[in-house]
Nanobody, 123 residues
Framework: QLQASGGGLVQAGDSLSLSCASS????????VAWFRQAPGKERDFVAA????????YYSDSVKGRFTISRVNAENTVTLQMNSLKPEDTAVYYC??????????????????WGQGTQVTVSS
C-alpha cells in the first residue's frame, strides 16, 4: 500500500527528496511519518504530518533541515532533506496510520509501512 522512493548516494551538504506514495485515495486521512534505521541501531523517528490539519513534527536532529509535506492530488507525502550530513545515512521508511492518534513519533503508532529506501551521505 505504501511505496517509498527517492533515496540515493549524495555528498554532505547536498539535498534529496523522498516520496511515500499510497494507493488509497483517502491518504489525506492518514498520519504519515518517516523513520530511519542505521545499521545496528533502532528505528528512529524523523518527521510526521498529521491527518486533517496537517500539523508537522520533526526530531531535533533534522529540525530546520528536513520538511515533510503532502501532495494530496497525488496521494503522496514527501520528505525534502537539505544540508544532509553523514549521520543522516540510514534506511528511511515511511509509515501511515488512518485517523492516526497522538503516537505520531513511535513505530507502534503505524500499521502500514513502506519497503524502505537507502540514503547514504558521504563526507
Amino acid at each position: 500500500q505504501l511505496q517509498a522512493s527517492g533515496g540515493g548516494l549524495v555528498q554532505a551538504g547536498d539535498s534529496l527528496s523522498l516520496s511515500c506514495a499510497s494507493s488509497d485515495r483517502t491518504f489525506s486521512n492518514y498520519n504519515v511519518a518517516w523513520f530511519r534505521q542505521a545499521p545496528g541501531k533502532e528505528r528512529d523517528f524523523v518527521a510526521a504530518i498529521t491527518w486533517g490539519i496537517d500539523n508537522t513534527y520533526y526530531s531535533d536532529s533534522v529540525k530546520g533541515r528536513f520538511t515533510i509535506s503532502r501532495v494530496n492530488a497525488e496521494n503522496t507525502v514527501t520528505l525534502q532533506m537539505n544540508s544532509l550530513k553523514p549521520e543522516d545515512t540510514a534506511v528511511y521508511y515511511c509509515a501511515a496510520e488512518k485517523y492516526g492518534s497522538s503516537m505520531y513519533n513511535v513505530p507502534r503508532g503505524y500499521a502500514f509501512w513502506g519497503q524502505g529506501t537507502q540514503v547514504t551521505v558521504s563526507s
